[in-house]
């Protein structure tokens, strides 16, 4: 079954760094496209950012030149490079991917989650 297990998470200063990581299982990690989300306290999920199979990406405005998105294909992992970290950064942090169960539906599949926490 498809897995997807997050770590990289913890507490840094603000102007600090972490990378997180997203280990997959189950299914060809290869030819689908990987994403990251967040959630901040009381806020909804947002899309953070994203790369295709083939490593072409993008990321939401609020955190391009800070974070980069990449993946290692050999390893089935996916990262999530964040720099220049700010307090609004802080939030749960998902690994995402969504797989074609039929033509027209696709089946979402989450992380558990990774605290990062962004503090003087």
């Known amino acids: 079954q498809v897995q997807l297990v997050e770590s990289g998470g913890g507490l840094v200063e603000p102007g600090g760094s972490l990378r997180l990581s997203c280990a997959a299982s189950g299914f060809t990690f290869s030819s689908y496209g990987m994403n990251w989300y967040r959630q901040a306290p009381g806020k909804e999920r947002e899309w953070v950012a994203t790369i295709s199979p083939g490593g072409i990406v993008d990321c939401a405005g609020s955190v391009k030149g800070r974070f980069t998105i990449s993946r290692d294909n050999a390893k089935y992992t996916v990262y999530l490079q964040m720099n220049s970290l700010k307090p609004e950064d802080t939030a749960v942090y998902y690994c995402?991917?969504?797989?074609?169960?039929?033509?027209?539906?696709?089946?979402?599949?989450w992380g558990q989650g990774a605290q990062v926490t962004v503090s003087s």
């Open positions: 995402n991917t969504n797989i074609p169960i039929s033509p027209n539906r696709r089946l979402a599949y």
